[in-house]
């Protein structure tokens, strides 16, 4: 079973942790404020009431038997947020994520020792705008900077042809992964899959080979 710190029990954090305990991981959380930890005790293994950006409150954590540690401060608190990534590493965190409101912030974080950065909101934006844009895309779950997994509905000129019919892959620079019915996913297409109206497609791939299939 996983092990994770979360630092930070903002709107963010809240949905993290109970994300992370619904994967049945033993979670421990940390604020400044009592009150943002008192509706998470159910959930977690530990909550701490302290100031993060002390060193002292922190080595008090055993930060090096946490798999991963989430900095997940407001935008009001940049310098916190700065200060707790830093010494989370010099602590011995195997891995830390920190939550980012801009490319500034998240540049600051990442040199001061963020394995990885996080833009909850503005993900949340970009793969809604990519939703709402086209009638052919139902959902987006960004994996890099470059590549996502769409939720597409198959276009009218597939239908009854058969992935290696097309010759999916190299024609349209995508990956079908899964298809889905019903709520049902299923993985591990064969090359003789034929498109079907009634099913939704889950592609990887980059959003302009998206916007190219779908147009």
């Given at each position: ?6 630092v ?7 949905h993290?942790c109970?994300a992370?305990a ?5 979670v ?7 009150d943002?930890l008192?509706?998470?005790l159910?959930l ?15 080595r008090?954590?055993d930060?090096?038997?946490f798999d991963?540690c989430f ?5 009001s ?8 990534t830093?010494?989370?590493?010099e602590l011995?965190?195997k891995?830390?994520f ?8 998240a ?5 001061n020792?963020?394995?990885h950065?996080?833009y ?7 793969n ?6 086209s009638d052919?895309i ?5 994996l890099t900077d470059?590549y996502?997994?769409?939720e597409l ?7 009854g042809?058969s992935?290696?019919e097309?010759n999916?892959r ?7 992964i899964a298809v889905m019915?019903d709520g049902i996913?299923r993985p591990n297409?064969?090359?003789d ?8 497609l889950?592609v ?5 080979d ?6």
């Amino acid at each position: 079973m996983k092990s994770f710190l979360i630092v930070g029990m903002g709107s963010f954090g809240h949905h993290l942790c109970r994300a992370l305990a619904d994967q049945k991981c033993e979670v421990m959380v940390a604020d400044q404020v009592s009150d943002t930890l008192e509706d998470l005790l159910p959930l977690v293994v530990s909550a701490k009431v302290g100031d993060c950006t002390n060193e002292e409150v922190l080595r008090s954590f055993d930060i090096p038997s946490f798999d991963a540690c989430f900095v997940c401060l407001g935008d009001s608190n940049v310098l916190g947020s700065l200060q707790i990534t830093s010494l989370l590493k010099e602590l011995g965190a195997k891995k830390v994520f920190s939550k980012a409101d801009d490319d500034v912030q998240a540049k600051f974080l990442l040199r001061n020792g963020a394995d990885h950065v996080i833009y909850p909101e503005q993900e949340a934006a970009v793969n809604l705008a990519i939703s709402e844009s086209s009638d052919s895309i139902f959902d987006c779950i960004s994996l890099t900077d470059e590549y996502s997994i769409y939720e597409l509905q198959p276009m009218d000129r597939w239908i009854g042809k058969s992935l290696k019919e097309l010759n999916f892959r190299v024609k349209y620079n995508l990956t079908v992964i899964a298809v889905m019915r019903d709520g049902i996913i299923r993985p591990n297409l064969s090359p003789d899959y034929t498109f079907k109206a009634d099913e939704h497609l889950l592609v990887l791939g980059r959003i302009e080979d998206i916007r190219k299939v779908v147009r």
